[in-house]
């Protein structure tokens, strides 16, 4: 969670995109939630509905677990990830949906979308407020070996927010400490680019690549695809929207300055 100055940002930014909303009763629902883990699903589950509306923390009281303040989404991305985002669109709080075809997460009210691997906003109204009130908190996932998957700790607060640029203060530490050591780092775009942007943009980094992640549309249906080179990937794919670079610490931090990059964040987090 963030620090009081962080949250007193917040406050004063939430003055500005939702005047009209009490943030005293935002504030009553606040609850202590860092020491509750909660089995949502088992990895097959996930695996065959691709996507699992969930609770948290659950009560058991069908009315407090009806709260858009408890609604979070486990979603299996197409690079495999899985995330557990709130439910809230931080512009004015409606519920998003997930949808498995585009990859994305959009609200219908006023059409804010969201990076489902990420939880950072793309597109509408959310996009455009600033970090770190442009992105979905998200709860920490973690899987047992039998595949249940289990999350807690909740990163943001709901409706408002998240600071998800910590992230490069990891490979700014990590530049200080090691700046040679080679690190993974997944690398999501704003908008998905073109296979050719993608190699012009490989070269100019003179970064290395373990993957690269994009589709080709077949009429409607989206084929989503992983490919291991840039070579398999200009076979196979029309668009990238996010590629895996191993670099050192000085160099990802050049790509994460680039305008088409949401944020490199370093691998590490759960794989299927
Ligand atoms: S409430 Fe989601 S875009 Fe406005």
């Given at each position: 969670m963030g620090s009081r100055r962080f949250f007193l940002k917040l406050l004063a930014f939430s003055a500005l995109i939702a005047p009209f909303i009490p943030i005293g009763r935002y504030l009553q629902r606040?609850?202590?939630?860092?020491?509750?883990?909660?089995?949502?699903?088992?990895?097959?589950?996930?695996?065959?509905?691709?996507?699992?509306?969930?609770v948290f923390p659950r009560t058991?009281?069908?009315e407090q677990d009806m709260d858009p303040f408890r609604q979070y989404a486990l979603i299996l991305t197409p690079t495999g990830e899985v995330r557990a985002l709130s439910r809230v669109c931080v512009h004015l709080w409606c519920l998003w949906k997930y949808d498995p075809n585009?990859?994305?997460?959009?609200?219908?009210?006023?059409?804010?979308?969201?990076?489902?691997?990420?939880?950072?906003?793309?597109?509408?109204?959310?996009?455009y407020q600033?970090?770190?009130?442009?992105?979905?908190?998200?709860?920490k996932v973690e899987l047992n070996e039998d595949g249940d998957i289990y999350v807690s700790q909740l990163d943001g607060i709901?409706?408002?927010?998240?600071?998800?640029?910590k992230d490069l203060a990891n490979i700014q530490s990590m530049l200080r400490k090691a700046p040679d050591k080679e690190i993974r780092a997944y690398t999501p775009f704003w908008k998905s680019i073109t296979i050719t942007e993608t190699e012009k943009l490989i070269r100019r980094?003179?970064?290395?690549?373990l993957k690269i992640y994009g589709y080709v549309k077949r009429g409607k249906e989206t084929e989503w695809l992983v490919a291991g080179?840039?070579?398999e990937a200009k076979?196979?794919?029309?668009?990238?929207?996010?590629?895996?670079?191993?670099a050192k610490p000085g160099e990802i931090l050049k790509v994460a300055d680039d305008d088409r990059v949401i944020i490199p964040m370093i691998r590490g987090n759960v794989k299927p």
């Open positions: 606040r609850e202590k939630v860092d020491q509750i883990k909660q089995r949502v699903a088992n990895i097959n589950e996930l695996k065959s509905l691709g996507e699992i509306n969930f058991g009281d069908p585009l990859a994305e997460c959009i609200c219908p009210c006023h059409g804010s979308v969201y990076n489902p691997d990420t939880g950072v906003a793309t597109k509408g109204p959310a996009y600033p970090y770190p009130t442009n992105a979905l908190p998200m709860l709901v409706g408002y927010g998240r600071e998800w640029k980094y003179n970064i290395k690549v080179s840039l070579d076979e196979k794919m029309e668009w990238v929207y996010s590629i895996e670079i191993f």
